[in-house]
C-alpha cells in the first residue's frame, strides 16, 4: 500500500496584510491573518519550504530544486 506523505508548510511572513507561505506540495497561499481564510492560492512546480522573504513590494520564496519564485 502507497502511504501518502503529509503536506509540510513553510514558515509564514505577513506582508501586505497577508500570512504568505509555501508548501512542500508547491503550493502558495496567502491567507487573511484575522481569520485564516485563504485569499489566494498559486501552484507552482516544486517544493517551497524555505521561508519567504519580503522585499519592495514583492515576496520571494528559494524552492528546494533552487528555482527563484518571485510574487507581487
Known sequence: K???RPTV???PILASN???LGSSKG???ALNPKTGATEKSLEVKDA???GPIA???MVYFASDDA???AIR
Open 2 to 4: 502507497e502511504r501518502k
Open 9 to 11: 508548510w513553510s514558515s
Open 18 to 20: 497577508q500570512l504568505i
Open 27 to 29: 503550493q502558495i497561499l
Open 48 to 50: 517551497v519550504l524555505i
Open 55 to 57: 522585499v519592495d513590494g
Open 67 to 69: 528555482n527563484l519564485i
